[in-house]
């Protein structure tokens, strides 16, 4: 099992900054792929930004050139940073930890909001 708690989301107005992170703890295993997904009302989840043990990183079109994802392996941890936020960044935010190879090795945070006011 892994457990992931997310903190920093919270209320901004548009154009502003906003940094997320996330601790995971337990049975963390190598080869794992660190990311964010966010889910906006009434839309689906989607990846916003993914980052390997290596230091591979994967970002949403939409986000690219304003979002950065970084990650200590040492500290199991990864962070959202999120620059020019708009409205339509307004969502709830989950941290995700999958296996690159084994599929029942993937687990999410319980989510922090994050609201941009326009």
């Known amino acids: 099992q892994v457990q992931l708690v997310e903190s920093g989301g919270g209320l901004v107005q548009a154009g502003r900054s906003l940094r997320l992170s996330c601790a995971a703890s337990?049975?963390?295993?190598?080869?794992?792929?660190m990311g964010w997904y966010r889910q906006a009302p009434g839309k689906k989840r989607e990846l916003v930004a993914s980052?390997?043990?290596?230091?591979?990183?994967d970002y949403l079109d939409i986000v690219k050139g304003r979002f950065t994802i970084t990650r200590d392996n040492a500290k199991n941890t990864v962070h959202l940073q999120m620059n020019s936020l708009e409205a339509e960044d307004t969502a709830v935010y989950y941290c995700?930890?999958?296996?690159?190879?084994?599929?029942?090795?993937?687990?999410w945070g319980q989510g922090t909001q994050v609201t941009v006011s326009s």
């Open positions: 980052i390997t043990v290596s230091g591979t990183t």
């Open positions: 337990g049975s963390i295993f190598s080869d794992n792929v």
């Open positions: 995700n930890i999958q296996h690159r190879y084994l599929d029942g090795y993937n687990y």
